[in-house]
Each structure stands twice: as C-alpha cells, then as structure tokens.
C-alpha cells in the first residue's frame, strides 16, 4: 500500500511503520496500523473493538507502532502546533457537588483554598498575563453544581467583553451544569467556548459522581452545542477505571461530537476519596493520549492536569502520542510547571504554539514558539464570530 500522504514528513513517518513490519501486524495480532492510519488521515476513528486492543499493548515493537501512527495522523491534522490553553480559578471551594477527585467539594476536609468569586478586574488582568506568556484559550473556572446568580453572571458578562476587547485570546469557561439560556447570554457577551469534563465512563461515573448524574454532564455539553460554542470536554484517567471504561468514555465523546478533549490524569488530593489512588505508570499515560488521538482524529486533544506527575520523564512523548495542546501555568488547586520548561519542551519537540484567534502573538512569546498572525480555526464554523 503506497503511503497516504505525499508530504516528506508523512513519507518518513510511513516509512517507519512499514519497515518496523507494523504495517503487517495484523498478521501477528488484531491491529493493522497500516488501515488504522489510512482512515486516520480521512478522519475516521478506530472502532471500540481496536481502542480495547490498544490497552493490551505492552511490547516495545507494538508502542513503537502506536506511535508512528498517532503522531502521522496528529501530524497530518494538526501541523506542528499547540493549541495553548490557561485559566483562572475565579470562585474556589465550599462546593456542594461530592465529586470524589476534587478537593473543592464541601463534603471533604481539603487543603483547598476558598473565596468568593474574583472581580473583573482581577480576571482580566490574570487573563492579560496568560496571553503575555504564550496562552491562546483562557478558560474562567468557577467552583459550584451552576453559575446562576446575578452578581457572577453580571461578573462574567464584564470579563468576557473586556477580554475580548484586549487581548487576542479564545475565551471560554467551565461553570458546572449549565442550561442554554444562561451559555447564550455569556456568549453574548464575548464567551465563544464552554468546558465541562464527563470525568469519566458512564458506567464509572456513580462511583466518581455522587451529586449528579451522567445524563446531566452530557446535557449541559449539548446546551453548549446548541449554542454553536466551541466545546471542551474530556476527563480525568486514573480514578479507579478499566481501560474499557476509559475506551467507553473516548466513544461517548465522539458521539458527542466535542471540539476539544483535555486530557487529566489523578494528581490524588489529601482529604478526598481518592487521596491513595495513584496506579498511572507514564506508558498508561501515553496509550490513553494515543487512544483520543485515533477514536477522534480531527480533534484537539489537551494534556492538562497532573501531566508533571504522571508522565514523568516521557512529558516529551505526549505529542507523539497524539496531543496537539497543553494547559500552560497552575492548575486549580495546585501548582503547574515552570512556563519556561514548557517553552522549552515544546521547542526540543520541534513545536510551535498556534497562533491566537484575534490578534497575533505579542513579542513576549519566544519568536522560536511564535506562529505569525491570527488562527480563528473551528471558531470559523461557529456561531460565536469576533466581536468588532
């Protein structure tokens, strides 16, 4: 079978999965890597029997394969760029949800830092500093089952439009269990994407989600969809799930048709549920990227939390893996890498950081990670076009 993509990069890469014989594993075993990348570069996903079949991969050869392939699609799909993304934790802690991971929750003695929600000013400003230092999507996170109240809302409308007035930024937020009237009026406002993990499988998500339903997680995902907003959903790996679940879960957001899938691996909390859980090697990590990458092909997928922790040394790896993203600066409730790490493990991997989708990158970013002029991308094809 010649190679699928005429592009010397696609020709090296074709290479070696052909000479490494994965192109015939299927006479070894059950994947032909060679039919997997073909559809990839159409944009077809694996089906759920292949995504179970990646779990049972352990030998190096087998690895290799997975990963010539998931970096040919990304390649193929995503260029060499990274969709950047930061946040503000604008309103922390005291919430009433019992979500068994998060150390937010009212229901668990945590160390988690608690305060009414941030002033717009206060969220512009951090908002200001993320775009300085590399950010594209700028995602304002507020603790609580929904942001209902008139005094956030009216907080939130005032943030939006001045973020958008600006900076260059994609904004977006992650405000719980949304309905569709109150994502219209903040997308009115400037908020073109809306993030709302699953967390996990639907048939995982009882023993994670004790204060509201799986049904529920998958509405407000829809309300945004029908919106026209730019969605984000994925979830947190290592919570106690079977490699099933965690294929279970890729396939409900494919259904699902999400936009951006970030990526979070455990980064257990002391006085939650979860406290002891901690049984993700670096391997796991990267065959669970691999997976997004192959069931959604054309999607952005973003390592996000507990990324230091878990890949450990193979942090590099990721975007052979198959992400195209990475959530820059501090976490919620913990703290991230050093800004200049990160600029410099995308650099060495030959990355750049895509370009924002309003205006270019300001000279603060490193010309060598800088992508010149403005990248609207699937903000073209939505409904939330720039405001003038």
Not at 262 to 270: A, D, H, I, K, S
């Amino acid at each position: 079978m010649p190679a699928p993509s005429a592009s010397p990069l696609h020709r090296r890469l074709w290479s070696k999965l052909t000479q490494s014989g994965v192109a015939e594993h299927q006479d070894r075993g059950p994947l032909d890597w060679s039919d997997i990348v073909r559809r990839g570069l159409q944009g077809i996903g694996i089906s759920e029997s292949e995504a179970l079949t990646i779990g049972r991969l352990t030998e190096s050869a087998d690895i290799d394969a997975l990963l010539a392939a998931t970096e040919t699609i990304r390649r193929h799909h995503k260029g060499n760029q990274v969709n950047t993304c930061g946040i503000t934790n604008a309103k922390s802690g005291r919430c009433p949800e019992k979500c068994n991971f998060c150390s937010q929750s009212a229901h668990f003695d945590t160390a988690a830092p608690t305060y009414t929600t941030k002033s717009a000013d206060e969220i512009v400003e951090e908002a200001a500093h993320a775009f300085q230092s590399g950010v594209r999507e700028f995602s304002i996170v507020m603790a609580g089952r929904a942001i209902t109240s008139e005094r956030d809302l009216s907080t939130l409308e005032d943030a939006f439009t001045r973020i958008r007035q600006t900076t260059g930024l994609q904004t977006c937020a992650s405000l719980g269990l949304m309905d569709q009237a109150g994502l219209r009026r903040l997308k009115d406002a400037g908020m073109q994407a809306m993030h709302h993990n699953l967390e996990t499988s639907r048939s995982h998500h009882g023993n994670i989600v004790e204060s509201h339903t799986y049904d529920e997680e998958r509405d407000t995902i829809r309300a945004a969809k029908a919106e026209g907003m730019y969605v984000c959903s994925g979830g947190i790996f290592g919570m106690g799930e079977d490699w099933s679940q965690r294929v279970e879960m890729a396939i409900d957001l494919r259904s699902l048709d999400v936009d951006s899938v970030p990526v979070n691996f455990l980064n257990p909390r002391p006085g939650t549920p979860l406290e002891a859980q901690n049984d993700l090697s670096p391997l796991d990590c990267l065959k669970i990227i691999g997976m997004l990458r192959l069931v959604m092909p054309t999607k952005d997928i973003v390592v996000c939390g507990g990324r230091e922790m878990n890949l450990l040394d193979e942090q590099h790896s990721m975007f052979r893996a198959g992400a195209n993203g990475l959530m820059l600066g501090d976490y919620l409730t913990t703290s991230g890498g050093r800004l200049a790490d990160d600029f410099e493990l995308m650099e060495a991997q030959g990355m750049v950081i895509r370009a924002p989708p309003h205006t270019p990158h300001p000279p603060s970013v490193p010309p060598a990670l800088r992508s010149a002029g403005t990248d609207l991308g699937d903000l073209a094809g939505k409904q939330t076009a720039p405001q003038s």
